[in-house]
C-alpha cells in the first residue's frame, strides 16, 4: 500500500524525519556475543567508523547497543554496558546528521546514554520497569516500546499465547499509554520478532502487521538476519540479507514505518525499489 500519514514528520529530540517512506534505523552492536555480529563492533573506533558507513548507506537513525539480546544471552554489569556505549554515542551523537537510539533494557544505562547524547531509548522490555519510566519522565526522550515475554535467557520457552495478535497489541497500546503519560517525546511500537515468538509465529505477525499499524502509534519492525529466516532457509546469520530483504519488502508494502537492520545499503535499495513501485 502507499504510505499514508496523518504525522508531518517523526521526531526524535531536534530532528524531524520523514513520514513520507519507510525510514531505517541501522543495528550498532557494541559486543561481543551478539548474534551475527558480535565482536565486529567492540571497539569504539571500529563501532565510529560503521555508524558513518551505514549512516552514508542510507540509515535515518543509529541504534547503538551494549548488551545482546539473543536467546540465552548473558547478562551484562551496568559499568559494563555504560563504558561500551557511552563513548560511541558521544562520537556520534550531533556529529553524523542523525538520532541515536539507545538499545538498552537498563535504567542507568539509558539515563547515561541520554546525558551522552542519544534521544531515544528502544527498550526490549517494552517499558516493564518502573525504573525506565522514571528515566523517560526526567529527560523526556523518545522511545520504542517492544513486546517481549520473559527475558532474553527465558524468552525462547515463554512463546505461549490464547490470542498472540490480540495480546501483542494490547500490551503495546497499554505500555505506549504509559510512556505518554510520563512525558515521552515520541512513542514507537514494534511487535518483537523473534522475541518469545517461534518460526510459525513470526511469520503470522508478519503476515498481519495491519493490527500494529492501526493502532495510532509509528511501527518499527526487526526482522534483520533473524533466527526464523535460518530455520526456514538453513542459511547462517551472516548470510540472511535476502531473506531479509523480503521482510523489509512486506514491512514497506504493509506501512511500516521504520524497520531496524545490520545492512542498510542492501535494504535501502530494496525499500527504494518497492516505494516507487507502490506509487507508480
Not at 504509559?178 to 508478519?206: H, Y
Request: contains cysteine.
Amino acid at each position: 500500500m502507499v504510505r499514508q500519514s496523518t504525522r508531518e514528520a517523526l521526531r526524535l529530540g531536534s530532528y524531524e524525519l520523514p513520514t513520507s517512506r519507510t525510514l531505517i534505523m541501522g543495528v550498532l552492536n557494541v559486543t561481543p556475543d551478539s548474534f551475527s555480529d558480535g565482536g565486529l563492533h567492540l571497539d569504539a573506533a571500529v563501532a565510529i567508523d560503521h555508524a558513518k558507513r551505514m549512516i552514508e548507506d542510507g540509515a535515518d537513525i543509529i541504534d547503538v547497543g551494549g548488551e545482546s539480546t539473543r536467546p540465552g544471552a548473558a547478562p551484562v554489569s551496568t559499568d559494563e554496558e555504560i563504558r561500551r556505549v557511552v563513548p560511541v554515542i558521544e562520537a556520534i551523537a550531533g556529529a553524523m546528521g542523525v538520532p541515536v537510539s539507545i538499545d538498552t533494557r537498563n535504567a542507568d544505562v539509558a539515563r547515561r546514554s541520554i546525558e551522552a547524547g542519544a534521544v531515544m531509548i528502544n527498550d526490549v522490555t517494552g517499558l516493564r520497569h518502573e525504573a525506565m519510566l522514571d528515566v523517560v519522565h526526567d529527560t523526556g526522550a523518545s522511545v520504542t516500546i517492544m513486546h517481549m515475554k520473559g527475558t532474553p535467557q527465558t524468552m525462547a520457552t515463554s512463546n505461549q499465547y490464547d490470542d498472540m495478535l490480540a495480546e501483542i497489541a494490547a500490551y503495546l497500546v497499554a505500555q505506549a499509554g504509559k510512556a505518554v503519560a510520563a512525558g515521552a517525546q515520541t512513542v514507537i511500537i514494534d511487535p518483537g520478532i523473534g522475541f518469545a515468538k517461534n518460526t510459525k509465529q513470526n511469520l503470522e505477525l508478519l503476515n498481519h502487521l495491519n493490527v500494529f499499524t492501526n493502532l495510532g502509534y509509528p511501527l518499527l519492525v526487526g526482522p534483520s538476519r533473524k533466527r526464523f529466516i535460518g530455520e526456514l532457509t538453513d542459511a547462517a546469520a551472516d548470510d540472511r540479507i535476502p531473506g531479509t530483504i523480503a521482510v523489509v519488502v512486506k514491512c514497506v508494502q504493509a506501512g511500516a514505518d521504520i524497520v531496524r537492520v545490520h545492512d542498510v545499503a542492501a535494504c535501502k535499495q530494496a525499500i527504494t525499489i518497492t516505494e516507487a513501485i507502490e506509487r507508480a
